[in-house]
């Protein structure tokens, strides 16, 4: 098993400029999450889908930002127009279906810098 | 709300010490709980997990016991190892449809 995929592993952009970030999650999982990790937050649950649907967004911090889940196999989050304050590494997460026992397996995360 | 409070880091040993993390918790339910370790550069990655009360996790030498009467998860390890740096979070999940609420990590060094 190849893991949950994330790309690009690193993204550097100019403020304004338009930013994309995919994930794979395991085949199987129903669950998918994106997370952002600053040193000043911690670690931040952006948005969580099961079975492809949105379930919590409350987490996004703004209109910039938007995900997507369009099949059990991929997912985005996109924030458009980024911001310095954007500057983070973002992972994303899946999880099996069933039951409370089963815990998250993540990325090794995209981290992104907004100049 | 459902909670998970760890104690703040960072936290440096000497190689070969005892080491202790506290994990307390505040839950309406019977969760999961879960140790997770983030290396350099990677994501975090499951360490152990205990589902229910009095149940004890372990792997890697690292051990925690699912404490109801004192809602907590406190993480141990008899050896610590300069390999076992690293960000080290407390978490607790009600189901795979549900979000897992994770603590705010604990940064651990290790000297040699």
């Known amino acids: 098993d190849a893991g949950v995929i994330q790309s690009p592993r690193h993204e550097v952009t100019e403020m304004g400029q338009e930013v994309t970030l995919r994930c794979k999650p395991i085949?199987?999982?129903?669950?998918l999450f994106w997370y952002r990790q600053t040193m000043m937050r911690g670690l931040e649950l952006l948005i969580y889908?099961?079975?492809?649907?949105?379930?919590?967004d409350s987490g996004m911090p703004e209109d910039r930002f938007s995900a997507k889940m369009p099949n059990a196999s991929f997912s985005t989050l996109k924030i458009q127009p980024s911001e310095p304050r954007d500057s983070a590494v973002y992972f994303c997460?899946?999880?099996?279906?069933?039951?409370?026992?089963?815990?998250?397996?993540f990325g090794n995360g995209t981290r992104l810098t907004v100049t | 709300g459902d909670s998970v409070t760890q104690m703040e880091g960072p936290v440096t040993l000497s190689e070969e010490a005892f080491l202790t993390i506290n994990c307390t918790y505040t839950?309406?339910?019977?969760?999961?709980l879960f140790w997770y370790v983030q290396y350099p550069g990677e994501g975090l990655q499951l360490l152990l997990k205990?589902?229910?009360?009095?149940d004890k996790g372990s792997n890697k030498g690292f051990e925690a016991t699912y404490r109801k009467e004192t809602t907590s998860f406190h993480l141990e390890k008899g050896s610590v190892q300069v390999s076992d740096s690293a960000v080290y979070f407390c978490?607790?999940?009600?189901?795979?449809?549900?979000?897992?609420?994770f603590g705010s990590g604990t940064r651990l060094s290790i000297r040699p």
């Open positions: 889908f099961n079975n492809n649907v949105p379930i919590d």
């Open positions: 839950a309406t339910g019977y969760p999961s």
């Open positions: 978490a607790l999940l009600y189901s795979s449809a549900s979000k897992i609420i």
């Open positions: 205990a589902t229910k009360a009095d």
């Open positions: 997460a899946s999880g099996a279906p069933g039951t409370k026992y089963s815990p998250l397996h």
């Open positions: 085949s199987g999982h129903n669950s």
